[in-house]
Structure formats: structure tokens, C-alpha cells
């Protein structure tokens, strides 16, 4: 069994956390690929048994890799989106972050994680994924988003005008900010802290919403997935900001853009003992209140 292992990096106080991790995937004779420049990180201060190899790109992700595990939050995990694209690797988060709704298995959780991936004990989510079309080259051949595409003002200027249209039909026009288009895996995410709705990942829904609106009655909206969202944007200044997930680039005014539905998912591992409820209420620390 093959397993690549992506990190941006991990903490000094972290390195036992990664031994354990090691020494778990050589008494189960698993080989870890590890993304290189991550190994470059790591490799003097953490022991390795056994064989290992390393990856650089999606490129050198052959079909015998069975999984690939994210260590950190959930920003890391986004990244793996690039990595995997349409290769259908499953890929499982431990939790070396924050809040972490995607990597949701905590380190204390890594022997358990690593049995259930040997033993195929585990489940599988397919999540939704968002695709841009542009009439200009942008986003390096990778224009998709497990969480969510964004129009955002540049950091000075005013805000911006985005006319949004459904299937070639006005929605409305949004001043704001930005606007977020996300899955419904991205509910939690940004969206979530501009108060757009949390949308269960098995819905089929895209959700818009918009940042600062300068419309108080302006709110965010649910929307079947099969629609294509298209935008007009007018400001102040020649350019703005477009996002998917962590990455972004600017893009003159006059660029069109639309999103609609990605045509492959990316596979989430979560152990069977875990859902989006028990997340959600762990997260958000639901239940907490003494009077429910």
C-alpha cells in the first residue's frame, strides 16, 4: 500500500506527532510518498524506517497511490485539490491546525486513522468541486475549487458593482466588497463568516454571498448546482481580485468570468465514527449551552 503524505510544513512541537504517524504506517508496511518540498522540511529532524519516495507535482502521482493524508488545517487540505485533480485519490485530513472542518481527525486519532486505511474500515464523501471559464488564461490549467470562487475588491479601492446572471437571466446587481460563490462543502468557510446559510455537502446547491453588501436587504442565496453563474463587474479601478480557495489572481475589469459545477469530484476519507453533524457541533461548539 502507497500513501502520500502533503504538508505545508509542520511545528517543531509537531515532530512526535509526525514519528508516530511514521512509526504507524511502517508496523502496518505501508510506503509513504512524501511531498518534497514538505520531506525537505522535515527529514533531519523526524526518524524514517523503511522505504519512502517523493512527489513534486500531480504529475508524478501514479495510480498505485491509494491515499493521499493532509497534515494541517484546512487550508493544507485545499491544496491537495491541485494535487489530486481528477485522479480520484481519496484524501483523509489530520487536524494540525485550527478549526478544521475539512481535517477533521485529530492527532490523537492517527493510530486509529491509519488502521482504518489498511483494513479499508473507513467511508468515502464525494465533494463537489466548482470550475471557472474565463476568456483569459488564468489559474495554471487548474480553474476548479473545493470551497469557493470570490470577486473581491482590490485591498484600497471602492467597493464594486457585480452584475450577476443565472443561465444568461439577471439575478442582481451587488454592491459590495466581493462575492462568494461556494459549494456546499464551502458553506463553513468563508461564506459562513460573511452569515451565509451552512448547506449539508449532499445537497446539490451552490451558495452566493456577498461581502459588506452596501444593501442591507441584499442576503445570501441558495441555488440548484446545475445553474452557470455568469458576471459583469464595473469600479473604480482598471482591475479586482478572483479566488479559488486559497489562490487568487488579478484580473482586468473586462475579463468574463463564470462558474458552474465541476464535472469530477474530490473523494474525502472520514472514519465511520465521524459526520458532518458531529462536526458541525464539535466545531461550532454547539450543545454547549447548559440550558439545551
Known amino acids: 500500500m502507497k500513501i502520500a503524505i502533503y504538508s505545508r510544513g509542520i511545528e517543531n512541537n509537531q515532530h512526535n506527532d509526525m514519528e508516530l504517524l511514521l512509526e504507524e504506517l511502517y508496523e502496518h ?10 520531506f525537505n522540511h522535515f ?65 490523537e486519532e492517527i493510530r486509529s486513522a491509519i488502521r482504518a486505511l489498511v483494513q479499508g474500515t ?5 465533494r463537489t468541486l466548482i470550475h471557472l471559464d474565463a476568456d483569459i488564461p488564468i489559474f495554471n490549467g487548474m480553474p476548479y475549487a473545493l470551497n469557493e470562487f470570490t470577486l473581491q475588491k482590490k485591498d484600497s479601492s471602492s467597493m464594486i458593482k457585480i452584475h450577476t446572471y443565472l443561465n444568461g437571466e439577471f439575478l442582481n446587481t451587488y454592491w459590495a466588497d466581493g462575492l462568494i460563490v461556494a459549494t456546499p462543502t464551502g458553506s463553513t468557510g468563508y461564506s459562513l463568516s460573511c452569515n451565509g446559510p451552512i448547506v449539508f455537502p449532499e445537497s446539490g446547491s451552490l451558495v452566493i454571498t456577498p461581502v459588506a453588501p452596501h444593501n442591507l436587504n441584499i442576503r445570501p442565496i ?26 487568487r489572481v ?43
Do not use: H
Open 122 to 126: 473507513y467511508v468515502t464523501e464525494k
Open 222 to 247: 441558495v441555488i440548484p448546482d446545475n445553474n452557470i453563474i455568469s458576471f459583469e463587474v464595473e469600479g473604480r479601478t482598471d482591475s479586482f481580485i478572483c479566488t479559488l480557495d486559497s489562490r
Open 43 to 107: 527529514y533531519s529532524a523526524v526518524k524514517i524506517k523503511g522505504k519512502y519516495t517523493t512527489f513534486n507535482s500531480a504529475a508524478d502521482l501514479d495510480d498505485d497511490i491509494d491515499c493521499m493524508i493532509s497534515l494541517g488545517g484546512d487550508g493544507t487540505l485545499l491544496d491537495t485539490v491541485t494535487l489530486v485533480q481528477n485522479k480520484g485519490i481519496p484524501v483523509l485530513g489530520i487536524n494540525y491546525g485550527r478549526l478544521g472542518f475539512l481535517a477533521n481527525i485529530g492527532k
Open 29 to 38: 508496511k505501508v510506503q509513504p510518498v512524501f511531498f518534497q518540498d514538505f
Open 250 to 292: 488579478v484580473v482586468p475589469k473586462e475579463a468574463q468570468l463564470a462558474v458552474k459545477k465541476e464535472s469530477f469530484g474530490i473523494n474525502l476519507i472520514r472514519l465511520n465514527e465521524n459526520n458532518f453533524l458531529q462536526t458541525l457541533r464539535n466545531k461550532l461548539s454547539w450543545g454547549l449551552d447548559k440550558r439545551n
